[in-house]
Every structure is written in C-alpha cells, then in structure tokens.
C-alpha cells in the first residue's frame, strides 16, 4: 500500500503551448508558465508530446527538464520515437497513453490487458532508466491487472467519463463513474500500484476524487489554462490547490 502523504497536484501545460501555436511564434511560452505554476503549487509539471505535435514540441520538453525544480511528468504514446525521447531527458516520470490522430483529446485509458507483452517490452528500459512508469487507464479492474503485470508502478485513472457526466448532468451515471474510481483505486493500491488521477476535472468535479484516500496525484491541466484567461494562472492554481487541500483534509478528520 502507497505511504499517505499530501495530495500531490500536477499541472498540465499543453494548452499554454495550443496558443501559442495558433500564432506559429514563441508566445506564450510553456515554460513561464510552467514556472509560475511551481510558484502557485504545483507538485510537479505534465506535458504530452503528441506524435503531431499538435501542442507541446521537442525543444519544450528540452526546456522543461532544464528549467524545472519540480518532476516532470512526460505524456506519451508508447512508440519507438517517444521511447528514445524518454530515455535521452530522463523524466521523473513517463505516462504512457493512447493516441489517435483523430482524437481533440485523449479519449479514453490504454488498452493494456490486450498489449500486455509489448507494453511490459516497452516499459522495461524506461524503469531501467529510472523513470517512474505510469499508464493511464479506465477504472477497469482487468486492465488495472494487466498494468501491475507488465511492471508499471503508477496507474493514472481516467476520470473523464465522470467528468462528462456531471457536464452533461448525468448525475447518477457520475455517481456511478465515482464509485468505479473509489473502488479502482482501492484495488489499485492493494497491489502496491500507486494512482493517480486526471482529465476532464474542474472546480466542481476535483473534491471527490481529490477525496479519495489512496489518490497520490492529480493532473490537471485543461481547465485551469482556460481558467487563466479569467482569473490569472496563479490565482487559477492556487484556487484548485485550496479545494484538493480542503478535500483531503476533510477525509482525514
Ligand atoms: N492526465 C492525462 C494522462 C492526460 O492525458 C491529460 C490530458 O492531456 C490530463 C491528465 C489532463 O487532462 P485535462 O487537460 O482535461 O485536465
């Protein structure tokens, strides 16, 4: 079972670099925000290479690592390209999703139970390096199984179907979404994984999973970028540190 600690929070940096591509320039840069975000809390910077580089680019990356006082948590597709990225910068941590050209976002867990040995080959030199392994997963028992087999040691729960629900005002399905991630997550840690959890999360989505005991990290990114364009990114931050802290503190009294 994970050692409980501070709930840690992960800021996702991707739609800082969206902008700045809209323009094909270098503004705004990923990394000044990345910085500022250590300042308002931030336990650690994500940041997903996209095989088309939709968003975040090579040299981010390089800037990140060098920049950075936080860990670095690597977003990628598990192919051969990304592999040799990981392996030459070293990151923290390297979660592993899936990719498809078509998707606006990353729709859904891996499929891991199907992939199991190539993944486990995949993996091994990037734990050998001493990155941290993380795959990002649904809340499904057999691919929590599968990710623990291949010698992950992280798994990032999905939280977007939960999201989506309480979105689109489902709620009993999103109280149904919930109860999958509470019991995923239980799961999870019994084997000795340790989880996180991330995507889609807001100000009125964060506290029940931030509530959940055995959730070491959240990574959020999306909504706090647009956030920013409303209330500034440190305020933004600091306002969803304050709401994962209230929450767990509300679940250890
Ligand atoms: N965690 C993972 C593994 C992700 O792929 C993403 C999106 O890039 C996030 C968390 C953050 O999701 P959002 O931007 O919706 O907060």
Redesign the pocket.
Known sequence: MAERGKLRLGV?I??VATVRNARGGDYPDPLRAAKLAEQAGADGI?A?LREDRRHISDADIEGLMDVLSVPLNF?MAATDEMQQIALRHKPHAV?I?PERREER??EGGLEVAREENKLAHFIAPLRDAGCRVSI?IAADRRQIEAAHRIGAQVI?LHTGSYCDAHAEGRFDDRDRELAALVDMAGFADDLGLEVHA????NYETVKPVAAIPQVMEL?????LIGEAIFLGLDPAIRKMRALVDDARADQVA
């Open positions: 996702n991707d739609h994500t997903h977003e979660c999703v976002t990353t990002f990032e991330g995507h889609g999360l990574n959020i990114g999306h909504f």
